[in-house]
């Protein structure tokens, strides 16, 4: 089947017929909704650059599954080439929507569950799997968008899931039968889940024995009857909302963050991946964070190209683009975004091959990777508010430049250099307002900081990776120790 | 005459019948106007805390102008203590309000202009300094609100003023009679404005000979013919306007920010205060940005309790408070909080009398204090984004609370912690998203940037301050060093 | 009694013909060796000041105990003047002496026993108090110095004191008598003991019931039988040693670090001043601790001024001064020097009176200020490196310079600016190298880390401090909440 | 010829006899004296790791130039995997010694002059690349050591090199013949020099028109008529002398710099690879330089593993390893330490074949990974010297451990952790001690800092390659802007 265009995708995503409730309130016919529309344009672009010239080499990719082109988006991995163009791939995305694109986590939901259901039938004698390759090359063939669902609301932290008031707070098996499962439960923070065609559910973290119930991996359609939607709010989102556009500050893209309740979801055995194997919960979940935490070093260094484009403009419409403190700022958003990159780059290529055959990358440096995206883009837009001025907190509304009598005013009084429209100048604000205190920060920091887990799950990678035992024998060695310790 | 009560403060400002552009559209009745209110009911508490059992003795002040008790925000300081209370003033009233009061600029405007005008006086024989005792007596006696403006909006930053294509982006005169002059221009970043008696102008910096137009400083009533007031957009500034008030985060306070046009304004000659004396500029500037960057060491700290507070409880109600890194994590948002009072401490304490009579904080350490504050902020908001959780990026509306569908879900799914409503939890949870991303975020860490001068301004100053050349004297006498560098 | 010169200071400890082991050898003439001398240097110059015209108003005050008038660094401080007075003492001593000037602990111990064996008698009907004014009435009459010693080696640190192998390493009481007790263990990081007439002992940590023995505080003198001295050794140590004596970079100063070893040390009562009273010694700990942490917000910024000065000079003699990135560099030493010096103000002049009458710094704003002082002379240090070159790690030998085929090649080749001699600019390299990674980096970095106490000392001491409580009861009274968390 | 053994490579650079000037004395037979065999051996196990087993495979690899199988330090790089292998290569030996090995700056030096003889050739018909292959064939085939001179003396920063006093202190061509060249000046920070059979000299920074006599590069044997050389100091360096060795921190290992003066050197011509073509200096120089910054992020990375691991081993055996602050400081060392790999990796793995074949990094994560390393390890020898204690500053030398009388003192009070030999916990600190200020810091700090480069360099080749106009153009295309800047 053919790759899809934007709009064939926008198309078919408004044939399932989502409902959520938006603000309080039911909600149909979302891809047109102005709170909704942002977002899916995003996803959608990742189906044009499909089909653009210059984009379709890196975007295209040919599936060892089905054997046809397939979108990059849905491929499972076949190299540390194959690591390292999804990263590149993602760092565009980013740079050319300002926001998240939202179809990472299905890519990277696939590569873990591929080589998790591979281990588990080794292990278990199951037969997930060849029911994992049926299903993903249904999903390579139609080119579809799938939201991969991991953050269950987990109550109070320091109970285990059984322990919890109710137990639902982790999604659980609650029944089966001979033709599937029902589950019950709810995952949060699910980013584009309503710009997608099917959602892939796995645990929350590491499991153990008693735990059953929990330890589940499945996927549905969408719209799925039990699957109730909360759409999630973002600060100034309500701006998408105004008649006139300029103060969203990103004119065409956005972000959405859903709550997703399965209310007694039935699940066909088809579709199920893991059901009570509790021992591959934790390699899952290890599996899934560190290909997302990998992808946090693209797509958050798109976003950082987009915001130091930014910065660079707004110095000039300043007329202090030649300040020598603020090419320094420049040099060090640079600095902090390239490393970013660099992290990206490196936990891909050195990457090793599974032995379900895809490429998994290298864990220690992907969850360093994500470590520092819990810091830098912070300095980012810390460095980006510096060089924009006070304006990004004070700035008239659009609508106060279309009024007669203060427009002039604004016109007047918030001219700069030579040759830029105040209107454009106003623009340049806008979109960083967005990016560091607006409705893409949500993306750009609240979601730097705990999209595939918060940074203490990374530190605890971190430190269970780092091989420590090694690093004190060479010292035991090269000091000739002779301690027991 | 009596200290104002906040009520009577607020009748005041009623009386004054101001109007401005807000969102659009000329508006009137501002104090009653939802998007307006929650920034006046934070300068009322100023004075109902000169009435507070538990707060009188630090608001209230003798005036050695007038004589009669005053409220410490109109004060004149005396001495280093003053200097000190006002900081320790500063940061209950962050505290309490979570948000910028905007009672300070005036009185630090007042401070400098002081001094500034006896100064000015002994050099140039003028009378400014009699005017301003005057003038600030009659503010000390009505208890009034006093809005200090200094931003001009500066044009192209390349450029001095009067190569500016339009010269009035820097403010100036342009006529002048026996009763007084008319000025013409703009300023930017008015906090409190329109929630103010009067305006106290300043120039912007530091200006030279053939730049007498634009070195005036003056007062005038808020409610004067030829000023114009266009309301600033905050993010999420319209969550104010919504029915339910749980996702405006901070349900009593906010802040408020305004450009301020001067469309040809007469000003009488009792209420000028410079005109023309070029080499006061610099003075004036200094020092009103000295004082007011000691502010930021009582106000911003007093946010940062809130948001300390906040963190904590919402640590709780995860059940994570008693995890090792949560609280280390609460113990550096501490650490930095308190290294932010100790500069505005330091700064107080160091104060020396002016000329004039009153105190002048250290120049060196007061820059110092704010340079600080353009920094910690920013990580004290990145961990308590840490610590709250990815919820705050994308819970659902207060109003999907009230649903029938969706309130059971949320109720059922976000509960944490034994003994939490899911409610207190929401509430704390959009407090947090107030400061770090939400209206709150203009005045916690915009302001924090831009207020009282941008970091690279700081810099300058403590390059100035540190008086290199006796440290440098040291390292030469201490090696004996003979070369002549 | 006359205050004593700097001279007569070094007579005195002459005359007490100290003993210790140097360099694995046993040593006496300790003020002599050159590895010693400097240390004495910069504890002469604590009583010099005291003579000169332009410090003695410092150094000089009138003692409560005595009605003399003493050395400050003798004094229980009477006010937040007195504590303020103190840091500022510090800070003109580091500036000038460039290492660690060793008096401060006595005062400090001082200062702290004062009021604990005030408490402890109130409590426990104990006479320590008295005892204590005795003594430290000689001390100011005198006109000497004490060493406080406090850190115990503590074994293995997972295990209380009675739980170690060998109990010792917490020192202790091993025998008593109507006349004294006899204790034994050892003190380590004594810095400045072989330039003390005195030892003051103090528990290491708070106790608990069953841990008695090791509750004891006395003082001894120096030269008491059955104690035993180990010199530290430091990194670039010998180089004081060296015959020209360019090299060692700090010409005049420099500090001294002991390990203090007591083998069943007879102490009379009259010198005991705690013995048994656990619950007091955890008291005495942290405001020891206070008051020391104080003491780092004076002493490293005089440090860190020469450092500054020298990076400044370097500048200058490189031909760089001019460079923006170098002004901007050593505006953040500035920055980050004053920052330190305004917690060490803040916590003195919110300092307050104890029971017994002296006065307590603030303990959180001392904790605060310690825990910068960990932190940002290593950042002063890797700035100074970054501006002095890369020849700080490269440069050849003074006797290199001496050599008639070398000198000349290295006077051609290491000729900077105009007006420099080669032979300054070495000595500026070498000063700067001695603080960043020679014998003064032992004072400037190592004991900043861990002098009274590490960075986690601090921080547990900071969250206890805190009083999140109160943080967290203005965040539900704000918002209204009603659960009980 | 067959790869050399680390004694084969020690008698070749015994059988050259170099002389130097050390610590003011000319000396000779270096390679067994004590100050210098310990970098002598760090170079040779460049050499013996290409026989051992475990590391041949990456040690060896097959050269274009001449067919035969190289060291890895003498290859010119085919491919991105020749890029990480290097790196690798280099975290290995830094693991391994624990300082710097100094063998990389020819491999890089080589790969730059390789590629830029090429582009020169074609720029201006000249000779060199031809030159260059013969001259690289011969150093692979005798497996010889090269050092890569750059630095020059520099003189007034602030001024060119023709304007200088003494225009020798950049070095340059000062007689020429038929024959060849002869050339004047020094270079400093020579590290490894006198470990080398031959040194390659380059230009030190981008040169002009009117500039030829210092566009030169070339190369001589270390042992040529007319070349002197200053060993430098470093901190502590004279424990290398002593004759108890446990206070070198190091056992085996050390590093080496020198000054090393041209004094009217003879170059013959088919040793000279540039002369005069001022265009390709900056070339020489970026290019280099840029190969140069890749290797930190291997060797540095390495030598913090060591510093890891000694630090981890020292928390064991202070009994503190299970403490969370502890652990949570390991993590962040590693973490640092592995942004620094992945910096070294990016920009290795992103590289690209130069016109003459050779393959060349990515010049602008080259460049962030250099930045970065000029600023963690400072943050990782701060950690360490955390975990350490403050012992680091004050443990007595290991002279004293031998005394009869002191010996037991310390045995008995410096016993921690069961099992831990105190002799071994002393080792442990000292080689903490050597890492973050002793003789190993130069390598680990200060050369981190200014080793292929100070900051500022990197800053302005990050500047410079960010493709800011193409950030700035996606702006104005995603927000439709029309103003001319």
Redesign the interface.
Known sequence: MALKTGQEYVDSIKALNLKA?L????AEGLPDNPLVSPSIRAVGLTFDCAHAEETQELFRVVSPLTGGEVNRFTHLHQS?QDL?NKVIMQRYCG??T?CCFQRCVGMDAANAVYSSTFDCDQAHGTGYHRRFIDYWSFIQDNDLVVDGAM?D???????RPSAQ??K??FLRVVDRSPEGIVVR??K??Q?GMLNSHEIMVMPTMSLKNGEEEFAVCFAVPTNTKGI?Y???????D??KLEE?GL?VG???FGGQ???T?F?NVFVPLERVFLDGEVDLAGTLVERFAAYHRQSYGGCKVGVG??L???S??IA?????D????I??K??EM??LN??L???G???S??GHPTPAGNYEVDM??AN??K??V??FP??L??LA??IA????????????L??P??GP??R??????????VV??M??LR?I?NL???AG???Y???S???AG???AQ?IM??RQ?D?E???????D????????
Do not use: W
């Open positions: 409730n603000m309080g309130a039911q540390p390292m740079h050319a300002g953050t609301p987990k109550g109070d932290r320091s109970k008031a109710d639902d707070v439960g709810a949060l923070h980013t109730h909360l759409y999630g709010r973002q600060t100034s309500t701006r006139i103060d990103n004119p065409l963050e859903v709550m309740v209310d190209d987009l130091i484009g930014a660079a403009l000039k419409m300043n007329g202090v030649q300040a020598s403190h090419k320094d420049l040099v640079i600095h390239e490393t990159f660099s992290c780059i490196a936990c290529t050195l220690l440096l360093v990777c470590l520092n819990t810091r912070y300095e837009a810390r508010t510096d001025g006070g304006l990004l907190g004070t700035m008239p509304p659009a609508q106060a279309d009024d009598q203060t005013y604004i007047k009084y918030l001219a700069a250099a030579q040759g830029v429209e454009d100048r623009k340049v979109l307002e560091v205190a607006g920060s949500v993306a920091l609240i979601e900081m705990h999209g918060p940074p203490q530190r971190i430190g780092a420590l090694a690093k004190m024998a060479r010292v035991r090269l000091l000739g120790l002779t301690s027991r310790v």
